[in-house]
């Protein structure tokens, strides 16, 4: 019989992590779920483990592929699956018992593509850092691109109708760091995005998280743009200017701090005033008026 849910996880040396993980959608109040998950050509145990517990869990399959990235397991899964709505979990996030069947509550109070919900933030020992994630709910097209606030957290928060996958299509595997949000943009572009005021699942900190990697932010957030501007996604050329300045700042801030790479910050920045000067300007106001209040 068909589920009614489909739970795809992507699945790469996720050993310390992978357990709680499956767990948690085990545990879910929504019992009609099928779990699928995609072994990415891990190198550790982790097989050993998941096959055990679908042995004793018909909802539960697992399947090995050569390594090819996170997009191309989250797309065999996806093809692999069957169910009426669709979740993408990380491998090291964890849900709570409620997070399915308040999204499927959600979906049935208005005419939604997609709908998110808040996370807490854990480390890697699942201990609360005392922050959460938060998105925004309706037409976030304008949101998305201009880069301005969280609109959807990520792709564990997100519960997704299958109809929709299928009209917008799966994940870019061109992109690695930038796949979950030019998925969302997509869906963002054509659906109203709905979201649960609750918290529904972790989101986990930890060494190997992806979106350390600056080289393939700055590649990927460059092409989606870049794609953006083709599909005339901004609407007008001087909301266009004003969201790739926004990039370039993001980029400049990136460099600067985490990439360690202060040249490049001032190369980003340098391209940010160029297209949009007023948006830079108003920044640096801002930001000194601050220093001046707080001293």
């Not at 993980?21 to 990415?40: H, P, W």
């Not at 609360?128 to 792709?155: D, F, W």
């Amino acid at each position: 019989m068909t589920p009614l849910i489909s739970v795809i996880i992507p699945a790469y040396n996720s050993a310390p992590f992978i357990r709680e993980t499956i767990a948690g959608v085990l545990q879910q109040t929504e019992r009609d779920l099928e779990v699928i998950v995609i072994d990415d050509g891990s190198t550790d145990n982790q097989r050993e483990y998941i096959e055990a517990l679908a042995a004793g869990d018909a909802r539960v399959r697992y399947y090995y592929q050569p390594n090819a990235g996170v997009c191309a397991a989250r797309n065999n899964g996806f093809r692999k699956s069957s169910g009426k709505f669709v979740a993408f979990l990380d491998a090291d996030d964890v849900w709570l018992p409620n997070n399915l069947a308040l999204k499927l509550e959600k979906f049935k109070s208005g005419d939604y593509g997609l709908v998110h919900s808040a996370a807490i933030i854990i480390d890697e020992h699942s201990q609360p850092q005392g922050k959460e994630m938060s998105g925004k709910e309706g037409n976030l097209v304008a949101g998305l691109l201009a880069l301005q606030e969280t609109q959807v957290p990520g792709p564990s928060s997100i519960l997704v109708k299958r109809d929709v996958v299928e009209q917008v299509g799966v994940f870019d595997e061109i992109l690695t760091t930038s796949a979950d949000y030019e998925f969302f943009l997509r869906v963002a572009h054509q659906f109203t995005i709905g979201k649960v005021d609750a918290v529904t699942w972790k989101y986990r900190i930890h060494a190997n998280n992806m979106h350390k990697n600056i080289a393939r932010m700055e590649h990927d957030m460059l092409y989606v743009f870049g794609r953006a501007a083709h599909q005339k996604f901004f609407g007008s050329k001087a909301f266009e200017d004003e969201c790739f300045a926004r990039l370039y700042l993001m980029l400049a801030a990136s460099w600067a701090g985490d990439g360690k790479s202060l040249m490049k910050g001032l190369r980003w920045g340098w391209k940010s005033f160029v297209k949009k000067p007023s948006l830079v300007t108003n920044i640096l106001v801002q930001r000194s008026k601050r220093v001046v209040t707080r001293s």
